[in-house]
């Protein structure tokens, strides 16, 4: 089936991204998770140059 | 159109590309390999940095810049429509490349320039390897015009229609390698050169490494726009969709452009010679530039989530399920997104001015590089080549298993390569470091990473040559017929686009504000070398 016999059965005219935003939303709130982990878990644990 | 001319050309440019490749690879099996100490016979610092410095320059500056002059090729003639303007000038610009790609090795291969890929100095190579490097950069620029002269000469010929976005995302890559290579140009004419010739005695590393700075990190988009074009030009159509939006994605690669130059301090954070004024200048456009990517993930997650619903796909997730993930360029696409996000992580934390402190000069730098570059990147590369090179040679593609096979080992290469080193930087384990003694107590939590590191490698390695394997024997198959330029498939956009804004149009206006930007957090830092007094360094070792 090509792509004009595909679109006959779904309407991109029509079409919203929503997984697209919530994969999106939820790769950015892990990173920042990841970020805050690394900086308050990791980094200032290990405190100043001795 | 694809003529026998253009075929030729674009080959020529891949088959020096993939040779580059090929060694460049061993090389990294080879350092893999030295750095774990599993084999003590391969101990040798002269060796081990010898490679590292080949396998850097060669992946860094020759797979990159002979890959993207044939891709730019290609794109132009067969996007615009068009014939190449001044094929005299390409194949100048191509011996001239090749020309300084066999001098730079000379000395490389022979041990007298192993400064790595960055020749910071003092660390001094022999004059060979700087005049190659330059004649390599120099033949670049050919392309570079010959680029912007061809999306002049279409938009002059179609007034008010939009430069189709493949082309307005090649020009705009000839553009910004024009900006990035003046700062490493002026650093090896004015400064490398006469100092490896005996002409100076001494040279100021500050301004050799704020130049280089100006380089380093633009570089890193100049490798990555044609992997973005693959991905808005060739996925959304393999997916069996459309692109989302044309626009977004003109959008995006003005933002590149414009915002990827004057960052290069996020490179020196440490460094005495620059001011924490200016470095924190660059460390925050250094976050902006996380923009265009985020809008170009948008656009192309957005484009594959159409396909799949248009392939049955449903629910929040359905569609990635419906995705055709036996086609290469899909995989690619998918399999570089997952790599863009580790990768990206690393760069956000390098380029946070603190926490940089934590992994600075460790083995997460060459993890975060090598997920960015080694991975997302060059699997584009590679799915691109795979759809080329049918169309280039006239044969079609040895296997259609195959590809896959090594698009999905290359993927897992690089995630247990990359995720090792990154443990082991935050380990504490020092970067560009021949080997150490794992029989200390403070090593000891290494071990296991280290052995990671060379399943990673070996991985890597078996991945690479597949994927040469893959190219030569399908070179070697029976030619099929000429293949028209009408078979390089762009995606549609989902709205058609019959004008879009001037300045998503050309790139008049965007090299001015990139000039001011240059000149606000370039000016001065490079200024203050000729304003204050300052100390040169004889050269080290070599």
């Known amino acids: ?20 935003w919530t994969l999106l939303c939820l790769i950015i709130a892990g990173m920042a998770v990841a970020w805050l982990f690394l900086y308050f878990g990791v980094f200032l644990p290990r405190g100043g140059v001795q | 159109m694809l003529t026998i001319e253009i075929r030729k050309l674009a080959l020529s440019h891949f088959a020096v590309a993939f040779g580059a490749f090929g060694l460049a690879a061993l090389m990294g099996f080879y350092q893999v390999l030295a750095r774990s100490d599993l084999i003590p016979a391969l101990q040798s610092p002269g060796v081990y940095f010898a490679s590292v410095s080949t396998h850097g320059v060669l992946m860094a500056y020759v797979l990159t810049t002979f890959f993207i002059m044939g891709f730019g090729y290609v794109t132009a003639v067969s996007s615009l429509k068009t014939p190449l303007w001044n094929p005299r000038w390409a194949w100048i610009g191509f011996w001239t490349s090749a020309v300084g790609t ?38 670049s620029w050919f392309w ?15 007034p008010g229609e939009p430069v189709p976005l493949p ?5 705009a890559n000839a553009i910004l390698w024009l900006w990035t290579s003046a700062g490493v140009a002026s650093e090896v004419v004015f400064q490398l ?21 100006w380089t380093l990190h633009p570089i890193v988009y100049f490798w990555l726009i044609p992997a973005y074009i693959a991905l808005y ?24 452009l414009v915002l990827s130059l004057p960052i290069g301090f996020h490179h020196l954070y440490m460094d005495p010679q620059q001011g924490a004024g200016f470095k924190l200048s660059h460390g925050t456009l250094t976050f902006l530039v996380a923009v265009p990517t985020l809008l170009t993930a948008f656009t192309i997650t ?42 990206g992580f690393g760069g956000l934390v390098n380029a946070s001015y603190a926490m940089n402190a934590m992994v600075h000069n460790t083995a997460w730098v060459a993890g975060h590089f090598h997920l960015i570059f080694g991975g997302t990147t060059v699997i584009l590369y590679m799915a691109t080549t795979y759809y080329l090179w049918p169309r280039l040679t006239g044969k079609p593609l040895c296997s259609s298993t195959l590809p896959l096979i090594q698009l999905w080992s290359w993927f897992w290469g690089f995630v247990i390569l990359t995720t090792a080193w990154h443990i082991l930087g935050l380990l504490g384990q020092p970067r560009r470091i021949s080997t150490v003694t794992y029989h200390s107590p403070l090593t000891f939590a290494w071990d296991p990473y280290i052995l990671t590191m060379v399943v990673g490698g070996t991985v890597l390695m078996v991945s690479a040559g597949l994927f040469v394997y893959i190219l030569a024997k ?29 300045l998503l149009n050309g790139f008049s206006v965007w090299n001015i504000a990139l000039a001011v930007l240059m000149l606000a957090n370039f000016g001065y830092p490079i200024a203050q070398f000729f304003l204050i007094k300052t100390f040169g360094s004889v050269a080290w070792g070599y």
């Not at chain 1, 595909?6 to 079409?15: I, N």
């Not at chain 2, 490389?108 to 060979?128: D, N």
């Not at chain 2, 069996?240 to 003005?254: H, I, N, Q, T």
């Not at chain 2, 070179?475 to 019959?498: C, F």
């Open chain 2, 167 to 171: 082309m307005f995302a090649t020009t």
């Open chain 2, 302 to 343: 957005a484009s594959v989530e159409l396909a799949g619903r248009i392939n049955g796909g449903t629910g929040l997730f359905g569609w990635i399920g419906a995705l055709p993930w036996r086609n290469s360029m899909v995989l690619a696409g998918i399999l570089a997104a997952a790599m863009l996000v580790l990768g």
């Open chain 2, 233 to 256: 030009s060739f996925v959304p159509k393999a997916a069996g969709g459309k692109l989302f939006s044309d626009e977004l994605g003109r959008v995006a690669f003005v933002m590149l």
């Open chain 2, 193 to 213: 050169i006469p100092w490896s010739m005996g002409l100076k005695d001494t040279v100021d590393p500050g301004l050799a490494r704020t130049l280089f700075a």
């Open chain 1, 1 to 20: 089936m090509d792509i004009k016999n595909k679109e006959e059965s779904f309407d991109p005219s029509k079409f919203t991204p929503v997984g697209t």
């Open chain 2, 102 to 139: 066999g001098l730079a090795a000379l000395p490389l291969l022979l041990g007298r320039a192993s400064v790595l890929y960055t020749f910071y100095p003092p660390v001094q190579a022999h004059a060979l390897f700087y005049i190659g490097a330059a004649l390599l950069v120099v033949g």
């Open chain 2, 144 to 158: 570079a015009v010959i680029m912007i002269v061809m999306h002049g000469q279409w938009k002059k010929a179609h």
């Open chain 2, 474 to 502: 399908s070179y070697r198959q029976p030619e099929t017929g000429p293949i028209q330029a009408d078979e390089i498939e762009y995606a549609e956009p989902l709205e058609p686009v019959t004008r879009v804004h001037p």
